[in-house]
């Protein structure tokens, strides 16, 4: 008599693919949430006329709000450290800019720079350029 054998493949195939699902589920994955982070980046920087990546307590920060809002413009802005995805919006704003420092300021999808570069765009009439006010 033949002894039947029976493969325990099929078996092992599903733990082995359940314990994938468990894994993968477990805490955020950080290529998705990277990936999120920089659709969001480029989402706000060309959907909003004037877009400043910001934190709140950040003087720099500030004195760019500020430049718009004398101009009475209304920007988008995020503020990072309020955010829970905050350093990997920033880490987009490395690889994108090349620059992880606030703020970061983006008028019509074109980047202005920070603080420092967004008064001088103003004092020089780059931004009211960009603004359409020339």
Request: net charge positive; aromatic share 8%; with cysteine.
């Amino acid at each position: 008599m033949k002894k039947k054998i029976t493969s325990n493949k099929p078996f092992l195939l599903l733990v082995l693919w359940i314990s994938c699902l468990i894994m993968t589920s477990i805490g955020p994955n950080p290529t998705l949430a990277v990936n999120s982070a920089s659709a969001y980046v480029q989402n706000v920087v060309y959907s909003n006329k004037i877009a400043i990546f910001s934190k709140s307590y950040c003087p720099y920060s500030m004195r760019a709000k500020r430049i718009f809002s004398e101009l009475n413009e209304n920007p988008f802005v995020v503020e990072l450290d309020l955010r829970e995805d905050g350093s990997h919006i920033q880490n987009v704003l490395l690889d994108l800019v090349g620059q992880m420092t606030v703020p970061q300021v983006f008028v019509n999808g074109k980047h202005i720079g920070g603080s420092d570069d967004t008064k001088i765009a103003l004092l020089n009439g780059q931004l009211q350029n960009l603004l359409g006010r020339a």
